[in-house]
């Protein structure tokens, strides 16, 4: 691919920096476990929040908007349809070893966390992450509720 991109063809310019913000704007599937487990959170809290408001108001539940999704699954598909082949996409474009080396191989550690995490509850048992988050959003909302 990138041998077909011009950097002096303005679609090739605009088509190079959609991929890159695009990236940036998912980026957390690339980052260190840790670090893309509290992203995940925040994202996913925002979507609880807009589909309580949803229902709120008597609307259809938007998906992944309600609380009783399936987390995992829903992470890992996130993971494996729109940042792997996103970053993938920006290393064919790009050819950026380090990239491949960091940021592809952590997606790829990040999509077996989730498979993890699914196989777990899957044979009903507790999910750390689930355990974890409820903490965490418990601890927001006594926050939020003090401002």
């Known amino acids: 691919m990138a041998e077909n991109l011009n950097m002096k063809e303005e679609d090739d310019r605009m088509m190079s920096m959609s ?22 959170r925040r994202i996913l809290e925002e979507f609880f929040w807009q589909g309580d408001q949803e229902i709120e108001l008597g609307l259809p ?19 494996n349809f729109i940042c792997k082949p996103l970053f993938d996409l920006f290393d064919k474009a790009f050819f950026d070893e380090n990239m491949r080396k960091t940021v592809s191989k952590q997606i790829e550690d990040n999509i077996k966390y989730w498979g ?27 926050e939020a509720a003090q401002l």
């Open 61 to 79: 539940l938007s998906p992944l908007c309600d609380r009783k999704c399936n987390v995992a699954k829903s992470q890992q598909g996130f993971l």
């Open 19 to 40: 991929i890159c913000l695009k990236c940036a704007d998912v980026a957390h599937g690339g980052k260190e476990l840790d670090l893309h487990k509290r992203w995940s």
């Open 116 to 142: 993890d995490e699914m196989a777990k509850e899957e044979k009903g048992e507790k999910s750390l992450y689930m355990d974890e988050t409820a903490q965490i959003l418990d601890d927001i909302k006594t």
